[in-house]
């Protein structure tokens, strides 16, 4: 256990990198239609979303402001959920909103964390 101890720096910054990288492919789906995904008017929820889906993502992958950034991010995700996934039933293995749930806690975690090591912060 103390040799996990001395990784955890590094372990807190790949879920950083991590998270934020797959979460800008959303962006990238809902703005571009990319990765098959279709694309979102801008000027809509699903825009917006995909605008901060990017753009948080990016901020919290290269660790610049990604504590707000994840903030942000963490609120957009329980949106998500409580607008999309929510009325479809309560739990998220029955309506199709454990990502949104996930993504929303590990944002909420790194917005407490802050950048860490391996940032451009640093």
Request: glycine share 14%.
């Amino acid at each position: 256990m103390r040799m996990l101890k001395r990784l955890e720096p590094y372990a807190y910054a790949l879920l950083r990198i991590v998270s934020g990288f797959l979460f800008l492919f959303h962006g990238m789906q809902k703005l571009f239609g990319l990765f098959g995904g279709r694309t979102a008017e801008l000027i809509s929820l699903r825009g917006l979303a995909g605008v901060i889906e990017l753009m948080g993502g990016t901020m919290v992958m290269i660790g610049l402001y990604a504590g707000p950034a994840a903030f942000v991010a963490s609120g957009t995700m329980a949106f998500a959920y409580f607008l999309s996934h929510y009325p479809q039933g309560v739990w998220p293995i029955q309506n199709r909103g454990e990502l949104a749930a996930l993504y929303c806690f590990v944002f909420l975690y790194i917005a407490t964390r802050g950048s860490g090591i391996w940032s451009v912060r640093r």
